[in-house]
């Protein structure tokens, strides 16, 4: 299976780690920055703080990093076991491997909650100082300033830190509004302090009777921190999901050398290496069976809660566990190309990606700061204009650059395509895009593949008609024991329902023919099965009665075969490709989400009305005998009527169709080119994922709408409160925390998704 994302031979694709990047501001200016760079184009994730760069031919790593440096960030090439290699230019310098530092914690995440802790022993006597009077002692301001000090340069450091950065390169971003805010709190409150010496000489003041904010600036620091703390926590948790997918392979393999089990890294596995998995263990990489029958665990690659039966010959998936009977199992893929790998590039890129959704917010987000700043100075100049009172426009305009921090903005969409993308990967589901969740909302139209999606995709004997005088058991034994020489899908089906019911004689002088049948000798018996006119060709005759039978067997969706015993007709065996469990109730759930199933197949229309029918399609939705062209066409067609179309299919006829669709849903258990055409993997084969697919790739996109509604409508009702002086600068500094925190843990509620049978 090959999920890479498809590139020009002259570029490449580099994945940065970037650190420093507090809100919205910082990734439009990176991407910026970055984008100035002929040919590159970047695209930037706060809460991965990572950036997916796609790079031209003759850039170096070096010169991204450079760039993102001269920016005032620090970046990496980031280390991913799992991307593809790519050979890169020769660096002119080491920066890639620089030790990592946040910015916007300190020297390492620790470094975060010892300033938190910190602000909160000096910030809580503050307070208490400040804001109740029986609490308060004569010259209390100056106690007041000693309190403030180690929280406005300290602890509010890194917020200061970032604001100089950026200052440096004529920029600004939310850590500018948070340590003007904090700064001005505190000089004002010191120039004041200076100014009078006795400005609390008395105790039991009120707000109203001194001019003194320390409580201000360490209020607003402490719960910008707490704000930050908890957003770091809860964005780790976001991760969650794909930390956890690729930390599923196994760690060691026990291999085969010269007939000696060795253990060795799975990691040093090579392609043709066999490998012994036991009963209870994970299996080390994909590769197919050699030896031995089990049952294998699927559900942490495909969702699917029931073992999958597995003998000789059959393929394994590496980090599936073998749950019963041991297997000899030898190794095709490894290391980076493995499908938990691949798994793992798809989600990765899909949680760097940005949604149509997101542009708005960037676009916002790159002028906002500045006007802020303009409007934090016109509210203060308005203040004193129109009232004299420089405590009141100093209070309306700190207000104002405290509650106008864009946190919450920036972290809208990411965070919540970083849930339900990670959600996804656990439920089997791989979402190639942020472009995805748009489309979703918009299909009103799902073409199912028949072969394969809504049907088993494996024929199997259905029902016997033997002709009079002969037995019903022994014609599926004669016929059973002639096809055992065949390898043809509708002689294993045939052997499989004669073995079900006995033991199957050996066959001998064995002849076939390609498209026809075969012929072969059962004890003292000649049996040949097939078609009518292989039939004919051994000297069979055949009445019209006969194929009146067979003609009306085929009207109702079976795939009958003729079978002869010693040049006589013997009777039908029918087949059928047997329609999934879950097939119906799954078509039943898009009908509910208000979405048209289509019937798309090369079939013949018996066999697919038989199956629509079956399902719960309506016998005008139904495509047969459509080549793969006519499906591509077939969904033109649709299109060119005003449908938004969805296609769900799983071979390689399917894959033109699954390009041209709106909407492409390739199921896992298909071919490399449909998956690879495809805009939503399933990993398992249950029509009930794409189902889920759907509705979570929708409820995806609702929570960015709602976490970008709140981020909006936070910005657009807090700033003019706090420019007319109803919102106190604490409570702006709570508030602004509280909104980035609303967002991840609105984001969040998507790791619940699919947990809850309906």
């Known amino acids: 299976m090959t999920n890479e994302i498809t590139l020009p031979a002259a570029e490449r694709i580099v994945e940065l780690d970037i650190q420093g990047m507090t809100c919205a501001s910082c990734v439009a200016r990176v991407e910026r920055k970055l984008g100035k760079i002929e040919g590159v184009e970047a695209l930037v994730n706060l809460p991965l703080e990572s950036a997916r760069v796609t790079v031209p031919t003759g850039v170096t790593d070096g010169q991204l990093i450079s760039t993102v440096e001269a920016a005032g960030y620090q970046a990496r090439v980031k280390v991913d076991t799992y991307a593809p290699v790519v050979e890169a230019p020769a660096e002119p310098e080491q920066a890639a491997t620089r030790p990592r530092t946040d910015h916007a914690t300190g020297h390492g995440g620790g470094s975060l909650k010892i300033r938190l802790i910190v602000a909160a022993i000096f910030t809580v006597p503050l307070f208490v100082i400040s804001m109740i009077p029986a609490a308060q002692f004569p010259h209390w301001g100056w106690v007041a300033l000693v309190l403030a000090t180690p929280v406005t340069f300290w602890s509010a450091w890194p917020f200061h830190r970032a604001a100089a950065v950026n200052a440096r390169h004529l920029a600004s971003t939310m850590d500018t509004l948070v340590s003007i805010g904090v700064l001005a709190a505190y000089f004002f409150s010191l120039w004041q302090l200076i100014k009078d010496p006795g400005v609390t000489a008395h105790v039991g003041m009120a707000m109203t009777d001194h001019a003194l904010y320390f409580e201000t600036a360490g209020v607003v620091a402490t719960f910008l921190l707490l704000g930050r703390y908890l957003e770091a926590r809860a964005k780790s948790r976001a991760g969650d999901a794909l930390k956890t997918l690729l930390d599923l392979g196994a760690k060691e393999a026990v291999v085969l050398r ?13 392609p043709g290496d066999e490998f012994v998995a036991r009963p209870g263990e994970k299996i080390a990489t994909d590769g197919y069976v050699v030896s031995g029958h089990s049952a294998v665990d699927t559900a942490l690659i495909t969702g699917e809660s029931v073992p999958v039966e597995v003998g000789p010959d059959d393929t394994v998936i590496g980090a599936t566990i ?5 297997l000899l199992v030898r190794a095709t893929r490894v290391g980076k190309d493995t499908t938990l790998a691949q798994m793992g590039r798809l989600v990765s890129a899909a949680q760097t990606g940005k949604a149509p959704i997101a542009r ?21 100049g308005l203040w004193m204009l129109v009232t004299g009172d420089i405590n009141s426009a100093f209070t309306a305009s700190v207000a104002v650059l405290v509650i106008a921090c864009p946190c919450a903005l920036g972290l809208a969409t990411p965070i919540g395509l970083l849930v339900g993308t990670g959600r996804g990967a656990q439920l089997g589901i791989l979402i190639r895009g942020p472009q995805v969740l748009e489309d979703t909302r918009k299909i009103d139209t799902v073409l199912l593949d028949k072969t394969g999606t809504i049907t088993e ?24 024991a002639a096809e055992s020489g065949s390898e043809h899908p509708i002689a294993a089906a045939i052997v499989t329902a004669a073995r079900a019911e006995g033991a199957v004689d050996e066959a001998s002088s064995f002849t076939s023919a390609p498209g026809g049948g075969v012929r072969a000798a059962v004890g003292a018996r000649t049996v040949v099965v097939g078609r009518a006119g292989w039939l004919t060709e051994n000297g069979v005759t055949l009445t019209e009665a006969h194929l009146t039978d067979l003609a009306t067997a085929q009207q109702g969706g079976t795939t009958s075969i003729m079978v002869a015993v010693d040049g006589a007709f013997a009777g039908l065996i029918n087949l059928t490709d047997t329609v999934k469990q879950s097939s119906a109730g799954a078509i039943a759930e898009l009908k509910r989400l208000g979405l048209r199933p289509v019937l798309l197949t090369g079939d013949n229309t018996a066999v697919a009305r038989q199956v629509a029918a079956t399902v719960g399609i309506a016998a005008e939705d139904v495509y047969a005998d459509v080549l793969p062209e006519g499906k591509v066409q077939t969904v033109r067609d649709l299109q060119a009527r005003g449908r938004v179309v969805a296609m769900v299919g799983d071979g390689v006829n399917d894959a ?18 449909a998956i690879e055409a495809a805009d939503l993997t399933i990993m398992g084969n249950d029509l009930h994922q794409v189902v889920q697919s759907i509705e979570l790739s929708r409820k995806t996109l609702g929570t960015i709408k709602t976490n970008l509604f709140w981020a909006f409508l936070y910005n657009t009702i807090g700033i003019p409160i706090a420019a007319l002086g109803l919102l106190n600068p604490m409570i702006a500094g709570a508030a602004m925390a509280a ?12 790791r619940g998704f699919g947990r809850v049978a309906r």
């Open 258 to 270: 010269d007939g000696v089990e060795v253990k060795i890294p799975a990691a040093d596995l090579v």
């Open 322 to 326: 073998n749950t019963s009977g041991r």
């Open 739 to 750: 909104s980035s925190v609303l967002v991840v843990a609105n984001s969040l509620r998507l």
């Open 360 to 380: 708005l917010a960037d676009r916002i987000s790159a002028v906002f700061v500045p006007i802020v700043l303009v409007i934090a100075m016109l509210t203060f």
């Open 656 to 673: 033109p169709a699954l390009a041209q669709a709106d909407l492409g849903v390739a199921m896992g258990s298909g071919t490399d080119v």
């Open 457 to 480: 995709g494996t024929l199997a004997v259905t029902s016997v008609s033997p002709a009079a005088g002969f037995d019903r058991s022994e014609l599926l034994g004669w016929a059973g």
